[in-house]
């Protein structure tokens, strides 16, 4: 019978041997709208090695494209760089199945990897800057601490220049390319920041760490191949460059509302708001959570200079809509934003007191009052608002 997945060569001695998940549409709160791989590899050196495995449901793909290349059995070392279960979740039958001569992961990551499976073997831990002899190949690896988990780690494979990246670097993108110059630019450009945004943009001064840090090795990286979506081949400077820019979170002249609406009162607020904003100079998104998904906000805030946020009053609270997509934002901690609060109500008016101590825990500095409106919002009100809109622009614009 012939194979039906194959492994897809990556360089001279490197292999992909992930699996591609088309259906998968939540990743832990963030909407993959296109899918995803769980990326595994495979090193053909002298002593054969499996770099990451996948989720457990896709175990048996990713052994098909192994056994297309060379007996699985001739593996001899596993490495995990990082133990999040989409990259672990097969490993303990991957064991028993090859039987590796050694297991390698960060010193948190063999712990890590105990507390979530049962072994019948120790796993080996290695050291930040630790090399591995893999005979005709040599396997650096550099701890990444809290990118995106205390575990995780990267490899680096010296002879080909190529930097094994774990979650970094990657995008939720489900494709039958394997490699980011065989895709669509504008999907690639997206898929890219929306995966920064929504997982990587709490860790950015960790990033902006590891790149000065790689800058001063004088690493070079021909090649980064990371656990999700497409492998960079080309050009890999401007995927680095990209986290670079995403990381500093400068401020651009770009602006966010975000409301939700009962009887569209606040929806009111937010039009005016938002035609401030843009009479100010800046570009404006309105986004109505009745409408778009918080991991969209979270894609647009990335790299704006304000948000304002808007909701009526329900049982004496800001709607449950708001609630999660703020729960959401906060836990992100995008930087250098000016916001503002509004919203509309019939006889209490709480969530707007409630959305500004929210955007205070996220750092967010207060352009001004919050406005509300009882019931609906008249002619001086939305006037209030649109006047909200242009102060807020300025201080962006200040800010440039």
């Known amino acids: 019978m012939k194979e039906i997945f194959k492994a897809v060569q990556v360089t001279d001695d490197v292999w992909w041997v992930g699996a591609i998940d088309w259906n998968i549409r939540d990743f832990h709160g963030y909407q993959t709208k296109r899918g995803s791989t769980y990326n595994a590899y495979l090193i053909l050196a002298d002593k054969i090695t499996l770099i990451d495995t996948v989720k457990a449901h896709f175990r048996g793909e990713m052994m098909a494209r192994i056994a297309s290349v060379v007996d699985p059995a001739r593996i001899e070392y596993i490495v995990s760089n990082h133990s999040e279960m989409d990259h672990s979740g097969s490993l303990p039958e991957v064991i028993k199945e090859v039987n590796p001569e050694k297991v390698f992961a960060s010193a948190v990551g063999a712990k890590t990897l105990k507390e979530l499976f049962t072994f019948d073997r120790e796993i080996t831990a290695v050291k930040d800057g630790e090399t591995l002899s893999l005979g005709n190949r040599t396997l650096t690896f550099m701890e990444t ?82 656990d999700h979506g497409p492998i960079w081949r080309k050009e ?148 209030r608002c649109y006047d909200l809109g242009r102060t807020m622009a300025e201080k962006v614009r200040c800010r440039l």
């Open 145 to 226: 601490r809290m990118l995106h988990w205390p575990d995780s780690m990267v490899s680096y494979l010296n002879e080909e220049q190529l930097l094994f990246s774990q979650d970094a670097f990657g995008m939720h993108l489900a494709s039958s390319e394997r490699f980011a110059d065989e895709c669509d630019p504008a999907i690639l450009a997206y898929e890219a920041a929306t995966y920064y945004a929504n997982i990587v943009l709490p860790f950015s001064p960790l990033v902006l760490k590891l790149i000065e840090k790689v800058t001063a090795a004088g690493l070079v990286f021909r090649t980064i191949a990371p």
């Open 236 to 383: 890999t400077g401007g995927i680095i460059g990209s986290y670079a820019k995403w990381a500093a979170q400068r401020p651009e002249a770009r602006a966010v509302v975000v409301y939700a609406t009962m009887w569209h009162s606040t929806e009111k607020m937010a039009r005016a708001i938002g035609e401030g904003l843009a009479a100010g100079g800046l570009h404006v998104k309105l986004m109505s959570m009745d409408e778009v998904h918080r991991s969209d906000v979270a894609y647009e805030l990335m790299g704006a200079g304000a948000i304002a946020v808007g909701s009526p009053t329900l049982n004496n609270h800001l709607l449950p809509n708001m609630a999660d997509v703020l729960t959401y934002l906060k836990g992100l901690k995008p930087r250098n934003l000016i916001g503002a609060a509004f919203g509309s109500y019939g006889w209490s008016g709480e969530a707007v007191k409630e959305i500004e101590e929210i955007l205070t825990e996220m750092k967010v500095e207060k352009a001004g009052e919050g406005i509300r409106a009882r019931n609906v919002p008249v002619a001086e009100v939305l006037t």
